[in-house]
């Protein structure tokens, strides 16, 4: 079984585990590998599974500066061809599925699970909005600010709802692992600098690779209005995901395992056919 590490301890950089076809696993902005704990063991039984926290985010490498998007995709890639994986499939969440689809673009995904993706914006003034959103709250707890960050069970008390719906469906250790991960970020002021970030993604349409976006109902960083309309192709499937938040894998375990082996499965049927 997966664990987290002892309560308090820096969390390793990464996870790799399992046996099959290798599967990667990139998260949000903010938080860590851990966010993806509940999932790891089940989807370990059939694949192998390689887990990083990204560069400047709490225990993972030190970032070289400035940070983009795309010398996160770069890292990303690195870490394919240290394992020694041509391709892989490839399940993201927020940041981490802007990630996965850039990946995508460069040709490493065998399929391409993006949970609440970033980088699809409806427009660049959606995303200008979505940053100053963010300016107003990082402060609130401690990031992006030398202000020491709000007390542990206040920032919890913030920090949850904003990444499930349902707070009280994440365990306490993992709940206690994302608050200690958020004030240890440390580039999200260089994020939020990255010329490319209006724009976003805007190679969607020219994937071939079979593509699964879900978007959760109750999504309060990244809601449905800063999206456009996303068509269902061939190659790409869009569907809400209900009753969830922004990081739905720490309330709803089962049904993220469920979806991504919905995706590995459509990417099977695709190469047999």
């Given at each position: 079984?997966?664990?987290?590490?002892a309560a308090g301890a820096i969390p390793k950089p990464l996870v790799r585990t399992g046996r099959g076809e290798p599967l990667l696993l990139?998260?949000?902005v903010l938080l860590t590998w851990q966010s993806w704990i509940p999932v790891?063991?089940?989807?370990?039984?059939?694949?192998?599974?390689l887990a990083p926290?990204?560069?400047?985010?709490?225990?993972?490498?030190e970032p070289a500066r400035p940070v983009t998007v795309a010398a996160l995709a770069d890292f990303a890639e690195a870490l394919l061809?240290?394992?020694g994986w041509p391709t892989a499939h490839i399940v993201g969440n927020s940041l981490g599925g802007w990630l996965a689809l850039e990946l995508a673009a460069r040709g490493r995904a065998r399929s391409v699970t993006a949970i609440a993706p970033a980088g699809l914006w409806r427009t660049p003034q959606a995303a200008d909005a979505l940053l100053r959103k963010f300016l107003v709250f990082g402060p609130v707890v401690g990031i992006s600010t030398d202000q020491p960050p709000a007390?542990?069970?206040m920032l919890r008390s913030l920090l949850l709802p904003l990444l499930a719906h349902r707070p009280a469906a994440v365990p306490n250790q993992l709940a206690k692992a994302m608050?200690?991960?958020?004030?240890?970020?440390?580039?999200?002021?260089?994020?939020?600098?990255?010329?490319l970030l209006p724009n976003g993604f805007t190679a969607l349409e020219a994937l071939t690779t079979p593509v699964t976006i879900l978007l959760p109902q109750h999504d309060r960083i990244l809601p449905a209005h800063l999206y456009p309309t996303l068509p269902t192709t061939p190659t790409l499937d869009v569907r809400p995901l209900t009753g969830v938040g922004h990081v739905p894998m720490l309330e709803a375990p089962t049904r993220i395992i469920a979806e991504v082996r919905a995706t590995l499965t459509r990417a099977a049927g695709r190469q047999s056919a």
């Open positions: 079984m997966v664990e987290g590490g990139l998260h949000g790891i063991d089940d989807l370990a039984t059939d694949h192998e599974i926290t990204l560069p400047g985010h709490y225990g993972g490498p061809d240290e394992a007390m542990p069970t608050a200690a991960a958020v004030t240890r970020c440390t580039i999200t002021t260089d994020l939020t600098r990255d010329p």
